[in-house]
């Protein structure tokens, strides 16, 4: 019988929470451990620790199902795995059988493989992996075409790069957003002022899911003034700080912003405030969104149940609406209406001015707008 191993969180002595890898007996994977560790370290973002920690329970259950040395695959073995990834169906959801087996992409393959050749270049220098293991993980490859901000160097001696060997050829997905419209509806289709309230917020400020699962009443300055509070920016605003959450919402971006919001944006959190003060389990918490229709009611909202909130709204809604869909559309939104990208860029937490390229991307009405102006053009020309 081979070892299954699976990620589990645990619970240091100071209160705050970690990945582990284990096995069937809840022994611990020490080197998968260790690498955990060190992202958490690294203050890496807490689903990345779990993402991370799931992808190397999945690799080391493989390796001893069929056979393989964790720390000494070959390439064939790692490559039969790419196979494998697509090929085996994944466990169904809940306890019934799901009518039709479910299947990774090649897009998840390549993000598990990625997991696994960091996870064995990080143990490579602790000296538990042979080198000749990750240098097979990696091809020179030369760049044809550089991406944009890339410094090719005076001789192009830089245009020759590492790439990942195994790897599957996939389309590079664009963002998904949502239109003004598609935001109304999903508004219409909240029951509650909290659920409205959320929704709003990420769509006006373009926070991160756990940035506004993190927020604090002491972030949230409605006043004209907010001197009393001890801030100086004048009008309505919110503070995006990164900070430890029991709900372990985490902001990514290390370094604390804040974002201007507009009359309706208070207005609906005044509503929201009323439903919450409803509540008697919820006055003494200080996050902003917390469980006020389910147990444990008055504890702070967390990811599993927020995407759950946001599935039953798409369900509503007729269309795919996720939290992330409101970011993307809201820093759309703010370079379409002619807002500067530096200004952009701080309001968003990007630390790199490349990382508002994919925003500017065209519409469907920019797509038909542009043939309307080419035929119109054409028509003139023939009179």
């Not at 009359?263 to 609906?268: F, G, P, R, S």
């Not at 530096?342 to 500017?360: E, F, I, K, L, R």
Request: charged fraction near 25%; charge should be positive; glycine fraction near 6%.
């Amino acid at each position: 019988m081979y070892r299954h191993y699976r990620a589990e969180r645990a619970i240091s002595g100071d209160g705050s929470t970690y990945w582990v890898v284990v096995d069937d007996a809840f022994e611990l994977h020490t080197e998968a451990c260790a690498y955990l560790v060190g992202l958490k370290s690294d203050d890496r973002a807490y689903n990345t620790q779990r993402t991370y920690a799931g992808r190397i329970a999945l690799y080391l259950s493989y390796c001893t199902e069929n056979a393989v040395d964790w720390s000494r695959p070959g390439l064939a073995q790692l490559m039969a795995m790419m196979r494998w990834l697509i090929d085996e169906p994944l466990p169904p959801r809940g306890r019934r059988p799901a009518a039709e087996p479910r299947f990774r992409d090649k897009g998840t393959a390549n993000k598990i493989m990625g997991s696994v050749g960091e996870f064995l270049a990080w143990s490579a220098l602790q000296g538990w992996v042979p080198a000749s293991v990750v240098s097979q993980l990696v091809q020179p490859k030369f760049l044809h075409y550089a991406p944009s901000g890339f410094d090719p160097g005076e001789d192009g001696q830089h245009r020759t790069i590492q790439s990942r060997r195994i790897k599957y050829r996939v389309a590079v997905p664009g963002y998904e957003w949502l239109s003004d419209d598609q935001i109304e509806k999903v508004l219409d289709c909240t029951t509650h002022a909290r659920d409205r309230f959320l929704v709003s917020v990420l769509a006006v400020t373009g926070m991160r899911i756990g940035e506004g699962l993190g927020l604090r009443r002491e972030d949230m300055h409605f006043l004209p003034d907010s001197t009393s509070l001890g801030c100086r920016i004048e009008g309505p605003h919110v503070h995006v700080r990164r900070r430890l959450n029991s709900n372990n919402a985490y902001a990514k971006s290390r370094y604390p912003r804040w974002i201007p919001v507009e009359a309706e944006t208070v207005e609906l959190y005044a509503a929201y405030r009323f439903e919450r003060d409803a509540v008697r389990e919820a006055e003494g918490c200080d996050m902003v969104f917390v469980n006020l229709f389910r147990a444990p009611l008055g504890e702070p909202m967390k990811y599993p149940s927020t995407y759950e909130l946001f599935k039953r709204l798409a369900d509503r809604a007729g269309f795919r609406a996720r939290p992330h869909m409101l970011r993307h559309s809201a820093i759309t939104r703010w370079l379409r209406s002619g807002m500067a990208r530096d200004v952009a860029q701080n309001m968003a937490g990007h630390q790199s001015p490349q990382s508002m390229d994919p925003y500017t991307h065209a519409t469907d009405q920019d797509k038909r707008d542009a043939v309307k102006l080419v035929a119109a053009k054409r028509k003139e020309a023939r009179q």
